[in-house]
Structures are given as C-alpha cells and as structure tokens.
C-alpha cells in the first residue's frame, strides 16, 4: 500500500479526533470524508485503514513509540509494524526528524508486552477477560476481535435464492461463498462498494453479519405470527424476520431511537415487505406497548450492550467503554427484557440476544430474569437451529465468536412462556 504526504497529513488530522474518543469512530471518518470531498473511495480506503490499524493495535503501538507515543507517531508505526510499509516507502512523506526516529526505534530492542498490551485491551477489559476465559483462551479470543472483520451478505428470500445470488456476484468478478452456517449468508473475499450494485439496489441482498442472521433463526418466526423485534434500531434484523415470515403476518419494530426507525423506511420498501410496522417508544414501559400485551407470539429482544463483540468492525469501543457503562447497560438489559416478555401470548418464544462476550451481559441478565419469572423456560438452541438445518453446537445458550465462528460475538437464548 502507497501512502502520499497528504494522506498521511489527512490520516494524521482524524486520527486525533478520533484519539479523543468522544464520537464513534466511524463517525469521526464519515465527517471528514463529506467535508474532503475530493477524496476519492481508494485513498478513503488508506485513510480509514490506517486510522482503524491504530485503534486496533494501540497498546503494542504505544509500547513500541515508547515515550511520548503521539497519535503521529503511532500513525507511522502502524504502517510499518501492521501494514508492513518500509521506512523508504515512506521516506517523501515524512519530515528528517520523524525518519531519525523512526530508524532509532526499528534498532531498539523489542519492548516486553504485557497481557493486556499482547491483547491490545485496556486493563479493565484485559482483567475481565482473563477472569472470564482464562490466558489462552482470552488472549485466543482478544486477537480474533482485533482482526478485521469479513464482508458477509444476507440473501433476501422474497427476492433471490442464494446460489443465483453467488452466481450474479462471481460474474461481475465478486469472489464470494455459502456462509457456513446461515442459510441465506454469502461470505466475500473482499470489500467492494455494493451501494450501487443492481442487486443490492432491487433488494436482493443486505449486508449483515453471519452470527446477527443466526439471531432470527433461534426466534423462528412462523407464517401469519404477530412478532415484534423490541430494539430493531436501523432494522437488519426485522428485515430478516419478515423474510422468514414470506411478508405475511403482522411485524413490529419498536426503538427509541426515530431517527434509527427512519433508516429503516426505505430499506423496507427496497426489500418488498409489507409486514412491517415501525414505531417509536419512549422506553420499554411506553403505554402504546400496553394494547399487545399477551398477544405476541414471538419477540427478538437484541439488547442494547458493550458491543464487545463487535470490535473487529468497531475497534474504538474498547478504549470508549468503561465498567461503569458496562454497569449501566446491565440494568437497563434486564429492564428491556422484562418489559419485552409482557407482550407473549402464552406458548410465544422470546429471545434474548446482545453483541457482547461479557457474562454479566448475558448469561447473568438470563438467569435473573429466569429466577424471577417462573413461567418462562429455556429452550434449547441448538435444537432449534438443528431443525432448520443449522448444524452449530452450541447447547441451550448460543456463543458465537471470531476465533471459533468467523462471525462477531454473539451471545442469545430462546425461552417459551408457558403461564
């Protein structure tokens, strides 16, 4: 990869907004790039992969700057020490005094790494981390969430079949296949831009994670059901359940967020359902919810969390999270998944799901819920995916992540309601 000076100046100039941690990485790069138009979708690319590179190896970064790792300098040895760039590639960009330090920090010895450098996480997280899984396995898990994260399709039912699908793709030279586990996933090889591809635009496919479509698999949305997907935020999701349900039925998508419900609209007409029904609350408890009490059938509850599984596409949240925030999002979990259960008829299966790896997220959230609602009972995950044609061991608890699935973490379980 090429670097000129000027983008590494520009890559320098977000990477300083984005060290502040005060917006979403992406969003910090979103901005940039509408107010430097001129640039084109290939140096976007080396600005955003560089920036990303930083994010996700700060710590080792940081350990081999040594004093006074500045976001420059970390910036410069990325490119060297992840992108593999050599010092003379970069030697027109770079001023006299950041080529003699550099040179002096290539002859240094390698500086020792702790765990939570060797993991890139920050010491709160690297602690949890190791209590969770132990060193292995945590370390194992940390570099699979720090590597970048595959391209992944959802095939639209109502539209195309997934092998007619791969085939379109691999004519217009999109080297593509059969996700492993999701029937309507096609995994890419790489990342083209798919905003303007026909196929995208008749809504034949949406970009989603292969672990997220496995999510409305364990719900197992039926023909004719009223469901509702209680947090369906931007709607990837609730696009997949009303795929499953062929369009019929009554399909709810609740979020507190408008502005997230409005980005669903014209995803929904693209994909040709009719069955979906939007509506902003205000919490979980809003009195609109009041009028579906007892007559759902089945509710997704995808939970607001960490997104600690989602640090291969995220990298930033590791370092914008904190225990506190953790602590918080714990007790609204359990609050969201209690209000959610109030809408299932008698027999309704609801499923309970985050993007997290953290216990006290998941598991804990499920048995305190379990504890004080007797009438619901777990149903086995790996069961349900089985029926489907899902081969995925998994128990009653379904764990997915990188370094095992090739997919994001996910955590979910399913529980019927049966009083």
């Known amino acids: 990869m090429q670097i000129t000076k000027n983008r590494?100046?520009?890559?320098?100039?977000?990477?300083?907004e984005v060290l502040r941690f005060e917006y979403p990485a992406d969003a910090v790069l979103s901005s940039f790039f509408r107010e430097h138009k001129s640039l084109g979708h290939r140096d976007r690319g080396v600005i955003a992969e560089t920036v990303f590179a930083v994010l996700r190896n700060r710590r080792r970064l940081e350990a081999w700057c040594g004093d006074r790792?500045?976001?420059?300098?970390?910036l410069l040895a990325a490119l060297i020490r992840v992108q593999g760039i050599s010092s003379r590639q970069l030697d027109a960009s770079i001023s006299a005094t950041e080529k003699q330090w550099l040179a002096e920090r290539q002859a240094a010895p390698s500086p020792e790494l702790s765990f939570a450098d060797q993991a890139d996480l920050p010491d709160w997280l690297a602690e949890r981390f190791l209590a969770v899984f132990g060193e292995a396995d945590a370390l194992r898990l940390a570099q699979a969430l720090n590597r970048s994260a595959p391209l992944d399709l959802r095939v639209n039912p109502l539209k195309a079949k997934r092998d007619d699908v791969i085939e379109a793709l691999r004519a217009d030279s999109i080297a593509c296949e059969a996700g492993q586990y999701s029937p309507l996933a096609i995994r890419l090889a790489e990342k083209p831009s798919l905003a303007?591809?026909?196929?995208?635009?008749?809504?034949?496919?949406?970009?989603?994670?292969?672990?997220?479509?496995?999510?409305?698999?364990l719900l197992a949305p039926k023909r004719g059901e009223m469901v509702a997907d209680f947090c369906a935020g931007a709607g990837g999701k609730t696009l997949l359940l009303g795929g499953l349900m062929r369009s019929t039925g009554r399909l709810y998508a609740f979020?507190?967020?408008?502005?997230?419900?409005?980005?669903?609209?014209?995803?929904?007409?693209?994909?040709?359902?009719?069955?979906?029904?939007?509506?902003?609350?205000?919490?979980?408890?809003?009195a609109r919810l009041k009028r579906l009490a007892g007559k759902i059938d089945r509710v997704l509850v995808d939970a607001p969390c960490s997104g600690l599984g989602t640090l291969r596409r995220n990298p930033d949240l590791k370092w914008r999270q904190t225990p506190e925030g953790v602590a918080e999002l714990t007790a609204k979990q359990l609050s969201i998944l209690s209000a959610a259960a109030k809408l299932l008829k008698k027999g309704g299966r609801l499923v309970y799901a985050t993007c997290s790896v953290l216990p006290e997220e998941n598991d804990a959230i499920v048995d305190a819920f379990l504890a004080s609602h007797p009438e619901?009972?777990?149903?086995?995950?790996?069961?349900i995916l089985h029926a489907q044609g899902i081969e995925l061991t998994c128990g009653d608890r379904l764990r997915l992540d990188p370094a095992a699935h090739g997919t994001d973490g996910f955590f979910a379980v399913a529980m019927e309601r049966n009083g």
């Open 8 to 16: 590494l100046d520009e890559a320098t100039e977000v990477l300083a």
């Open 69 to 74: 790792a500045t976001g420059r300098r970390m």
């Open 196 to 217: 303007k591809h026909p196929l995208f635009l008749d809504g034949s496919f949406e970009v989603q994670d292969e672990g997220s479509q496995l999510l409305g698999y």
């Open 255 to 286: 979020d507190t967020a408008e502005r997230r419900l409005a980005r669903l609209k014209p995803r929904v007409a693209r994909s040709g359902l009719s069955n979906v029904h939007t509506s902003a609350i205000a919490h979980e408890n809003d």
């Open 376 to 383: 619901f009972t777990l149903l086995p995950a790996q069961g």
